[in-house]
């Protein structure tokens, strides 16, 4: 589901991007994964430092 939607906003940022010309609307597709990600991190069960410590530690 969460990839079909990040598919529909990445779908409409380019249309409304390219049709209005505005480079902004491009990087929307990039921000809605960002906040997805800093969702999924502060939903994890573990406390929100060991989270970013594992992370970051993964090799």
């Known amino acids: 589901m969460i990839l079909f ?5 990445t ?3 380019l249309f409304f991007g390219l049709k209005k010309k505005r480079p902004i ?4 597709p990039f921000a809605s994964i ?4 800093i969702i999924e991190v ?4 573990a406390p929100i430092g ?3 410590r ?6």
């Open 11 to 13: 779908a409409l940022s």
């Open 25 to 28: 609307f491009l990087l929307i």
């Open 54 to 59: 594992f992370i970051f530690s993964l090799k």
């Open 34 to 37: 960002f906040i997805y990600f």
């Open 50 to 52: 060991e989270t970013i």
């Open 42 to 45: 502060i939903l994890f069960p």
């Open 5 to 9: 939607l990040l598919l529909i906003v």
